[in-house]
């Protein structure tokens, strides 16, 4: 399932959504251009190593991605559930919670996996974090989704609430699967940065509000 819009109207421009896509693209595209030693050293030395942490590489991962299908699933997620979100809290408050987001989760993943050397790359952290708060401010609206029924392609309105606790469920297990030593352990997915991030989003978004929206009354003549 891929999320491809809510269905929630809009009174601003996602000006910030907008930007982090086009950033990461840009990014994308630049590690594209790169040897493979080259963007192994790119890698390296601007994704959270937990082994030896550097505190810049807390925001610049979000902005790597290691492959056409990790930016392009984030990138959608980003866009579903961020647009509606940034309306909801205006621009420089979202920017600044997105990035908070991205940071937190980046320390939950140093705390369980402090003696790894693998980079971990991607903004699933940060947009956990725009999901949480979604899920909170949001859960009865429907997100229209891009759902793969064996050789058939179709589109489907699946409410939030359902997309986002089941997603958060299955990053609680596959993170204790983790812990555990099992199959899971080996599929090189952050799980718990995706569940510290996502946490953060509800925490954050309760501290740092939504505005209020007040609109005109209409007069009716008769």
């Known amino acids: 399932m891929f999320p491809l819009r809510d ?5 601003t421009a996602p000006i910030v959504t907008t930007l982090l896509i086009v950033a990461c693209a840009l990014v994308f595209f630049y590690e594209l ?4 030693y080259s963007r192994n050293y790119f ?13 810049e590489s807390l ?16 990138m959608l997620f980003l866009w579903a559930f961020g647009k509606s979100l940034e309306d909801a809290m205006g621009h420089s408050k979202f ?15 140093f705390v369980f996996n402090y003696y790894s050397r693998v980079p971990t790359v991607g903004a699933s952290g940060a947009i956990a974090g725009v999901m949480g708060a979604y899920l909170l401010k949001f859960p009865r609206s429907n997100i229209r989704t891009l759902v793969f029924v064996f050789f058939f392609v179709t589109t489907v309105d699946i409410p939030a609430m359902f997309i ?15 812990i555990a ?15 510290g991030g996502f946490i953060a989003g509800m925490v954050l978004v309760q501290v740092m509000g939504t505005r209020q929206r007040y609109f005109p009354r209409r007069d009716i003549y008769w």
């Open 59 to 74: 925001f610049t991962y979000m902005f790597l991605h290691g492959g056409w299908s990790h930016i392009i699933g984030n």
């Open 7 to 11: 269905d929630r109207p809009t009174y």
């Open 33 to 36: 251009l790169l040897d493979d």
């Open 181 to 195: 030593h099992t199959s899971v352990s080996d599929a090189g997915v952050a799980w718990f940065a995706h569940i």
């Open 95 to 109: 920017l600044g919670f997105y990035l908070s987001c991205g940071v937190i989760s980046a320390l939950v993943h």
């Open 43 to 55: 890698m390296t030395l601007y994704g959270v190593v937990p082994a030896h942490l550097r505190l």
């Open 164 to 178: 986002l606790l089941y997603w958060f469920v299955t990053q609680l297990f596959s993170g204790y699967g983790s």
